[in-house]
């Protein structure tokens, strides 16, 4: 079984979607591994794909017309669509509603598409979960870059000229990116807030050392605790207690607590806050806006148009000279303003709009995706060998496995993925009611 490694062409697409030391467990594995020249740029050579058992071979053709598996980071450009075969598999990130027509020149080409945002998060699948893997390096790259356009220090520091105050830092979204922007901000010595509608992403951003926005410990805050009163016997039982007789200093139950008899709590279903706590939140948020020097904003919905979480007037507020990094820009953006790709001033906050953050770091993020690649392969295939010194891979799709259920979008000359379906519906400017 043959797997193929083209040098991916997408302008700004650094890259790869095996690296050296994968190709070698491959090999190991009963594989045919094919690479185009160059596709390792100038951090993994042609000459460590030979070494780890590849054949490096110097037209694209090749691969596409060979490999039964094609491997790769970026979707497929319309001529690598074109080259692709019936019969053929393809691995990449694939956001199937934002690009409906390139999923079905696919599927009419008979091609099997697993695309990399579908991997659903599950225990089983974390070993091949790429989206978690470029998200924690998305996270940490937005946090470095908000640290080096702001025009002051992250961290306080004292000086002979006095002393500078540590910059205060909004984090939306605590999922992967968000942790690791918070994790980073922290240790550059930020003053770190977060925030996100999920009640459970909480004490998650505590633990890494964020202030979690919430108007409840808000009013919490400024209320006391109620004192401990100790019981003490009083008439006949403190007397009866001064004789030694100490079951008279039993407070009675029906009006005191005794410690260690606490009613237990009652067990409660997945938390979810009330929408009358969320619209406190919001408004908590906005006031908390003009104290902020940087805001990273990182909520995504793989498939869908990403929230709005930072409109104009929010952005307004701020003070001059903040910076916002909108990580979901490429995806709609979270912020009112961002453009994809670009970095906008308005009103003296700047708005910079990243797209593909992984790539910026090729080597790592090239290493990880190989191994959650490999991963997949693993599960995607099985060792059809009956001698035990050989291998022999061969492709076996379960689709009553939920990995190849959620991650195949396109197969046997159809569309899977119902929102890539419904996307292509709304781009022929059809209706769900259509065709009866």
Known sequence: MKIGVPREVTEGERRVGLVPETIARLVKDGFEVLVETGAGRDYNLDEDYEEAGATVVEDAGKIYGEADIIVKAASPTEDEAGRMREGQTLLCFLNGPQAPELVEKLAEGGVTVFSNEQIPRTSVAQSMDALS???SIAGYKCALIAADTLGKY??????????????????????????????????????????????ETKEQAQSLGASFIDSEDEKESGEEEDEFEEYQPQGFGKVMTSLGFHSFAEPPRDEYVVEGEEE?????????????????????????????????????????KAPTLVDKSMIESMKPGSVIVDLAAESGGNCELSEAGETIEHQQVKIIGPVNLPSTMPIHASQLLSRNMYNLIGHLTEDASEDKDE?????????????????????????????????????RGETESEGG
């Open 154 to 199: 992250v961290p306080m520091l004292s000086t002979a000229a006095g002393t500078t105050k540590a910059a205060n830092v909004l984090v939306f979204g605590i999922a992967v990116a968000g942790l690791q922007a918070i994790a980073i901000m922290n240790r550059l010595g930020a003053e770190v807030f977060a925030y996100d509608i999920r009640p």
């Open 133 to 135: 893997s470029m998200g």
């Open 264 to 304: 237990p709590e009652e067990e409660e279903g997945e938390e979810e806050w009330s929408s009358e706590k969320l619209e406190e939140d919001q408004k908590l948020v906005r006031k908390r806006m003009k104290e902020m020097d940087i805001v990273i904003t990182t909520a995504l919905v793989p498939g869908r």
């Open 391 to 427: 291998k022999k891979p061969e492709m076996n799709l379960d689709f009553e496995d939920e990995i190849v259920s959620s991650t195949c979008i396109a197969h046997g000359g159809e569309i899977r993925h119902e929102p890539t379906r419904e996307a292509l519906k709304k781009a």
